[in-house]
């Protein structure tokens, strides 16, 4: 069987809504993106902010400063707190030069780093025969895709799923692992793939595949960690001390008394993900032999959402095209996502409370983010009825050598 071939016209369509949606959620943030905002407090509407155009001095990026290498200056807030990939990126777009306010400057290359990054993982949803407007017509693609470079990680994501459907297994390897240096979720899927290879018999394949994606994760990573052990360690320091952000189950938690130690917290998210991803890969395997299991990435980043401490909008990005691969209805994604747009309108107001005393309290942010878990687990409990691929997504035999 063959995957459901794609008209150039049907390719061309799914880009422009690609970019209408991502360049209208730009332009909705470019009022924060000047020096008015972050430098003069020429405060404009709120929910126009973004943490792009802060970088160049939250990361120290207006010299020549080397991410990792060149230490930090002290600051109240430490820099280098991103992977490698990232780092560099950010390091790359503030060294464009150009005339004019430096945060627009900076806030207009990224944009365009990331509209390459969302058409990329448009084009590699076609190319896998996947129901693309889920993702090109997305709302948390308005609303967060610019909030930070988070397109960049699922785009080699996306990618390298696309290598694996087409058995390209040691090319896959090396894009997650690619991935994994600027974001370290894509390396998560490694394991998946290589179930999958592994019960069709390609022990070759998921050989290849792991080795090109710790290779490139490895390569990505160690010359800094030797180098600049401190600087690279930072992001690990940080995400294992944090206590849980506002908008988690484990912040609601404690707001209802039950306060749960931080480490506590690191060693549970770790064992729902890795338990909850296993029972529900074994169930579904069992109850649908038909089911590849690659598409177990799909639960594997769910629970990874519903259960970590750490969260940000832009995190929802992270699914979309699994949603596009997958064959959840479209009306239990758009109240999930509407509800994704609701918490990312709430948790402003509620800061603009916490900072200024004139916004909304903290039940308002609680609430959605209550209806937020319980529409992305209704999403996880259709996916586990109804796990195969949609009906356009036909991965390639492998080859025979």
Not at 82 to 103: E, F, N
Not at 118 to 140: C, D, H, K, N, Y
Not at 216 to 225: E, I, K, M
Not at 259 to 273: G, K, Y
């Amino acid at each position: 069987m063959q995957p459901m071939r794609r008209s150039t016209t049907h390719l061309l369509v799914m880009c422009l809504v690609t970019s209408a949606v991502f360049l209208l959620g730009a332009a909705q943030k470019s009022p924060c993106a000047s020096t008015d905002w972050i430098e003069g407090g020429v405060h404009r509407p709120f929910l126009c902010e973004s943490d792009l155009p802060h970088m160049p001095i939250s990361e120290q990026l207006t010299g020549d400063r080397r991410p990792y290498l060149d230490a930090c200056e002290p600051a109240e807030r430490p820099c280098d707190e991103y992977p490698p990939l990232t780092m560099y990126a950010l390091r790359a777009i503030a060294s464009v030069p150009g005339q004019g306010d430096p945060y627009t400057r900076f806030y207009a290359v990224s944009v365009a780093l990331l509209l390459l990054c969302a058409l990329a993982i448009t084009w590699s949803l076609e190319q896998m025969g996947a129901r693309t407007i889920l993702f090109a017509a997305a709302p948390v693609l308005l609303t967060t895709g610019t909030t930070s470079l988070d397109l960049l990680p699922v785009a080699l994501a996306t990618l390298g799923t696309l290598a694996y459907l087409r058995r390209r297994n040691l090319l896959a390897g090396f894009l997650l692992g690619v991935g994994a240096v600027a974001k370290i979720y894509p390396a998560l899927l490694a394991f998946p793939f290589g179930i999958d290879a592994i019960r069709r018999r390609d022990r070759r394949g998921a050989a290849r595949l792991g080795v090109g994606a710790v290779t490139t994760t490895l390569a990505g990573n160690l010359p800094f960690a030797v180098a600049a052990t401190a600087s690279w360690f930072t992001l690990y320091r940080l995400n294992a001390s944090r206590p849980a952000d506002y908008e988690t189950l484990w912040h609601l938690a404690a707001r209802l008394g039950l306060h749960v130690p931080t480490a506590v917290i690191n060693a549970a998210s770790l064992i729902a993900v890795l338990a909850g991803s296993a029972w529900i890969g074994r169930s579904v395997l069992r109850r649908h032999p038909n089911t590849p299991a690659w598409m177990l990435a799909f639960p594997l980043l769910v629970l990874l959402l519903l259960t970590g401490k750490v969260w940000s909008s832009q995190y929802s990005l992270w699914l979309l095209p699994w949603f596009a691969l997958g064959r959840i209805r479209v009306l239990p994604f758009l109240q999930y996502q509407l509800a994704e747009v609701a918490e990312f309108l709430i948790r402003y107001l509620y800061f603009a409370t916490v900072l200024g005393g004139n916004g909304l309290p903290y039940a308002f942010l609680g609430g959605i983010v209550v209806i937020r878990a319980a529409l992305l687990t209704r999403c996880l409990v259709l996916w586990i009825r109804d796990p195969l691929p949609a009906a356009g997504v036909v991965a390639r035999e492998p080859r025979r050598t």
